[in-house]
């Protein structure tokens, strides 16, 4: 049976960003995975980032903990998803799998990508615009949320008008929800979106 891990030699990724390092193959019978790892060489020293064995998944990085998965139901795929990348991923990945076949005796194989961490030109944030004019029942719940497009990480504020001139700060974050709401909810209510 002839099988081969592919994947592109290199690839680019955008700060606090995700990205997938690919890496696949094709299953063949007869052959089983018993392991995969994910090893890499970077500034800061190298080691094992992932580990997939029949104990299970196994992170050894500290500062990949929580950022790191590989797809669990697709045969084949063992490509690995960093969430939020910082410029310090940076580096040299290898995917390492190994299979058993029916006369027990292991075959491995390997390959490398080069990951590269690039920052984007900054880009305000640009809100889209919401609804104007909502008229809900009293009572009801309802909830308003701030989009903006732009480099991230984006913070938003909601704030309501108030006739003496200065706005109310309400809630620090991209959506506001009302329970229950009453008459005296209603007003203009704007949203602010803040990047670097």
Known sequence: AFLDLSGPSEIKGVWKDSITLPCAYVPVEDL??????WT??????????FRRDGSGDHVFLSEYRDRISVPKDAPGNVSLLILDLEISDRGTYTCQVTWRDNNNSLIAKEITTQL??????????????GELGLTVPAGASTSLTCEASGSPPISYRWFRSSPAGKPVLLSSGAELAWRSLRPSDSGTYFCEAENR
């Open 32 to 37: 089983v995975q018993q392991t995969l790892s």
């Open 40 to 49: 890499v060489i970077r500034d800061k020293g190298s080691g094992t980032v």
């Open 116 to 129: 590269e961490v690039v920052k984007v030109a900054a880009t305000k944030p640009i809100i889209r615009a």
